[in-house]
């Protein structure tokens, strides 16, 4: 086995180690505000207080203090203000934290992520406060990130453990490039390896792979080339690389491949991440050609001050990398992550952040309260509750882009793995996810322990509800049709689900519907236990079924009613709830002028006035029943074949009285709220048949 060694942390950098030694800067270089600013005072109190000071500093000033501040305040913002900045010195928990308020942006806007300076102390190891380490744009010290990788190994046991090793055989195929070598070769048992997690981009996605021959080519991306010395330089000998691991002209090789990623990744030692550029030929900063910015300094009055450098999340969530698809389920399993930025390398595990320039004693317990230190990047909970289990999972995950299409269940496969191998397993059928042994379908008690399910505790029709349950999920705005995949599936979507989607639905018991799966013969199979088992062996080519489903429900057939101003002006304050809504199912209350109003919300892509969606406002569509307490109805329309295709879906209760007159607007919140809504179920109150559809 190969094992990672490692060296005491050099600290920072020295003065004398600086490769252009900063100049003095005394109170004769500075403006007459900084003159009169005592950094090292905000340093000394005992004061446990805020002190605030608020100063205004541009970034060509001439004084350097100014620059030096509004540079600092100013990390995290793509473009500066051309206005200058006010800058905020707030003393906080000993340390002194900048923040940075754009100048004429409206009070209460947003702050940079939390931003810090400190002076250089080349004591801090002996502080139990943290400091700031000075770093070098050009090398990186490892020593740092073996330090970071060897506490979560040899502290962090129950968090960060890898893999059972009846887990890992599994692994089958794997492949790994040997480093000192560069040769790829079969995966010695037991092997301590690094997996890389990066963007291909368009420019390499068409480069030769390693398919049948056993060394690198010649030249790789420089990601790929900078990864290899990273593992290097950990005293480490193999690198996982999708690129060159898997045979990409195999099918069969890249399937079985895809759908083990999460043990592939959850067994590495540790993952590089790379999140900076936008393809594999940016590399990893400070590592091999490419240099970081140089990290703002100043020397005052004898005392070098940085900058951390922002806390590096920020740089992290808005990287290329964290908009991919592909990566969300690398960075998900991995148990260390490296994570290279433009700026410093950022390490998370399980239960520890640290990035490179903030330096506190690993051995004992910070006090996070004096670390620039918020939440983490990585949910790495798997559990089976509503809004925390795999729906969790697949909102993020809608939220990124995929450069073909037809991946979309391939790239959440380890996920979906991860979920169907629990002892209370969560299946799928395109996406949709059949929970059928949660408590909200199999009627479990609410405190339930139940590791092994038990039929006694199951409703009949329960695989029916959980399947339904699975179907009523929303997006966040109308989108296109992703082609090849069912419109009742998310994953016939191209944008992200709602944040809330599933969420509120734990009311399932009554459930009413039945549904079948239709086989390639066009035979239709009733959906069953055995059945779902079968549909899990196939994987994401669904071998022997079809994207259409046979469905019998109670059905509303009904028409659209648009209104061009939405709600009337005697309920504007509560266009919040139903901002912008112009389509309802209307019925006629009873009274005069008195309404009842549930809201539609589309899932197509249809715009006022244009063709589709006067189409939507004539035709008659069908509104089918999932369950009436889930207050969920699925919108559908009928497509030429007589198949028909979700287009959306209606909020059946509570119902909206539309009335005229009846809204006291004095009236508290509250009140007008209920008075607003209507307590009555559209499938209470509309003629309704049971109705058997197909659905595709």
Excluded at 19 to 27: D, F, G, M, V, Y
Excluded at 256 to 270: D, E, L, P, T, V
Excluded at 440 to 455: E, F, L, M, R, Y
Excluded at 515 to 541: F, M, T, Y
Aim: one cysteine or more.
């Amino acid at each position: 086995m190969t094992t990672c060694t490692c060296s005491t942390p050099k600290g920072p950098i020295s003065l004398m180690e600086r490769p252009i030694p900063l100049p003095e800067t005394t109170s004769e270089h500075l403006c007459a505000q900084c003159a009169s600013l005592d950094l090292s005072a905000f340093l000394r109190s005992e004061d446990s207080r805020p002190d605030r000071l608020r100063l205004k500093g541009r970034m060509g000033s001439a004084c350097p203090l100014c620059r030096f501040l509004a540079t600092t305040a100013s990390i995290g913002y793509s473009t500066p203000s051309p206005l200058g900045l006010n800058t905020e010195i707030v003393y906080l928990a000993r340390r002194v934290s900048i923040r940075l308020q754009p100048s004429g942006s409206p009070s209460g806007s947003s702050f940079t992520p939390d931003c810090c300076i400190l002076p250089v102390d080349e004591n801090s190891k002996k502080s139990k406060w943290p400091a700031i380490r000075e770093i070098s744009p050009t090398s990186i010290d490892f020593s740092i990130l073996q330090s970071w990788l060897l506490q979560c190994r040899n502290h962090h046991s129950a968090s960060c453990a890898p893999p059972d090793q009846m887990i890992l055989q599994d692994i089958s195929g794997l492949k790994l490039i040997d480093c000192q070598t560069r040769q790829v070769v079969k995966a010695p048992r037991d092997a301590t390896y690094v997996a890389l997690s990066y963007v291909w981009g368009k420019s390499h996605a068409a480069e030769s792979t390693v398919l049948n021959r056993s060394s690198l080519p010649e030249t790789v991306p420089r990601t790929i080339e900078d990864a290899l010395q990273v593992v290097l330089r950990l005293n480490l000998k193999y690198l996982w690389v999708d690129k060159y691991c898997i045979d990409q002209s195999s099918a069969t090789e890249l399937a079985q491949q895809i759908s083990i990623m999460n043990m592939i990744y959850s067994a590495a030692f540790c993952t590089i991440v790379a999140a900076c550029g936008e393809d594999a030929s940016f590399g990893l900063p400070g590592v091999g050609l490419r240099t970081r910015p140089a990290q703002p300094a100043i020397r005052l009055n004898g005392q070098v001050w940085v900058s951390s450098l922002g806390d590096p999340v920020t740089a992290i969530r808005t990287s290329m990398w964290a908009s991919r698809a592909w990566t969300y389920q690398e960075g998900l399993f991995s148990r260390r992550r490296l994570i290279f930025t433009e700026k410093q390398v950022y390490f998370e595990c399980n239960n520890l952040r640290c990035w490179e320039t903030v330096s506190y004693d690993l051995h004992s317990e910070p006090d996070k309260r004096n670390v620039p230190i918020g939440g983490g990047i990585f949910d790495t909970s798997f559990g089976d509750e509503p809004r925390g289990g795999l729906d969790k999972h697949i909102i993020a995950y809608t939220k990124r882009s995929l450069s073909f299409q037809s991946d979309i269940i391939n790239a959440l496969s380890g996920v979906f793995r991860l979920y169907s191998r629990m002892p209370t397993p969560t299946r799928h059928f395109w996406g949709v996810p059949m929970d059928y042994n949660s408590r909200w379908t199999s009627g479990w008690p609410a405190n339930s322990t139940v590791i092994k399910p038990n039929p006694s505790h199951r409703f009949e029709g329960h695989i029916d509800a959980a399947f339904a349950r699975g179907l009523c999920w929303h997006l966040a705005m109308p989108c296109p049709r992703r082609p090849g995949f069912p419109s009742w599936s998310w994953s016939g979507w191209i944008g992200p689900l709602g944040h809330l989607a599933w969420g509120f639905l734990n009311k399932f018991r009554d459930s009413q519907v039945k549904i079948w799966l239709q086989r390639d013969n066009g035979e239709h199979e009733r959906l069953s236990e055995p059945v779902i088992d079968s549909i899990s062996k196939c994987g994401p080519a669904y071998t022997g079924y079809t994207p259409i489903l046979r469905i019998e429900a109670w059905v509303i057939d009904t028409k659209l009613t648009y209104l061009a101003d939405g709600l009337n002006d005697a309920r504007i304050r509560h266009r919040r709830v139903y901002p912008n809504q112009r389509l309802f199912i209307s019925i006629e209350a009873g009274g005069d002028d008195d309404t009842l109003r549930w809201p539609v919300t589309l899932s197509v892509q249809a715009a006022e006035g244009d063709e589709l969606y006067g189409e939507l406002c004539r035709e008659t569509l069908t509104c089918v029943l999932l369950s009436k307490a889930s207050g969920f109805g699925l919108l559908v329309r009928r497509r030429t074949g007589g198949i028909m295709e979700r287009i959306g879906h209606v909020r059946i209760s509570p119902a909206i009285l539309n009335s005229e007159g009846s809204f006291d607007d004095t009236e508290d919140d509250y009140t007008a709220y209920n008075d607003f809504h209507k307590d009555v179920n559209l499938f209470d109150i509309a003629p309704q048949v049971r109705r058997t559809i197909l659905l595709g």
